[in-house]
């Protein structure tokens, strides 16, 4: 599993587009993305959850995730992007003392 973070502007967003990224606020990884923005609503943080193959890496991840992006179809412009693989992060348990 991926986790791919996307920072970016709107461009020309109206107001039907306004209130449909507020409807997909939320601080949440998801399959279909969820948003984040700035008062105005110009500027967003686009959050999406990709399944991982086993072959798969980053540029596939960024792929998923901008597929999950432009399927909101609202015009923007992409500024920065950050992927995580999920299967390279350790939980490292507390020791039990007993």
């Known amino acids: 599993m991926f986790r791919v ?3 970016g502007t ?16 939320e601080i949440a990884y998801t399959e279909a993305g969820t948003f984040t ?3 105005s ?8 959850q990709v399944p991982a193959g ?26 920065k992007v950050a992927v995580t693989d999920m ?3 350790k939980i490292r348990r507390k020791a039990r003392t007993d």
């Not at 609503?41 to 999406?48: E, G, K, L």
């Not at 890496?57 to 179809?73: C, K, P, S």
């Open 87 to 89: 299967r390279d992060i």
């Open 37 to 39: 923005h700035d008062q």
């Open 5 to 7: 973070t996307i920072s």
């Open 54 to 79: 086993p072959d798969d890496g980053e540029e596939e991840a960024f792929l998923g995730a901008m597929e999950a992006l432009d399927a909101h179809g609202h015009p923007h412009k992409v500024l």
């Open 41 to 48: 609503v110009s500027a967003f943080t686009f959050r999406c």
């Open 10 to 25: 709107f461009n020309g967003l109206d107001e039907a587009g306004r209130a449909a990224v507020r409807a997909a606020s």
